[in-house]
């Protein structure tokens, strides 16, 4: 099970950190999107020894971080852009292969 959360309502050039807290160990977690009309996209990803993966749209402004102790990970998101405005996902693997999302969340970024 999956904690996030939540998103809000920014301006363009904003900064918002997200969190998300699992119930149990996990192998690699992350973050995905879903803008409005659109499939849902990877944003970021960490694995458990910290090898991370980025959207190129998010590189340099998005950074993603773990806390293997709390099993918990992190989106700190900068200069957000109206582009980044969707439903934002957290994500995760257990050692068993099993994956989990947690509730969405919108960000909102206007101009």
């Known amino acids: 099970q999956l904690q996030a959360s939540w998103g809000g309502l920014l301006q363009a050039g904003e900064s918002l950190g997200l969190s998300c807290a699992a119930s149990?160990?996990?192998?690699?977690m992350g973050w995905y999107r879903q803008a409005p009309g659109k499939q849902r996209e990877l944003v970021a990803t960490?694995?458990?020894?910290?090898?991370?993966k980025y959207a190129d749209s998010v590189k340099g402004r998005f950074t993603i971080s773990r806390d293997n102790a709390k099993n918990a990970v992190y989106l700190q998101m900068n200069s957000l852009k109206p582009e980044d405005t969707a439903v934002y996902y957290c994500?995760?693997?257990?050692?068993?292969?099993?994956?989990?999302w947690g509730h969405g969340t919108w960000v909102t970024v206007s101009s």
């Open positions: 994500y995760a693997v257990n050692p068993l292969g099993k994956d989990y």
């Open positions: 149990g160990i996990t192998r690699t």
């Open positions: 960490i694995s458990s020894g910290g090898n991370t």
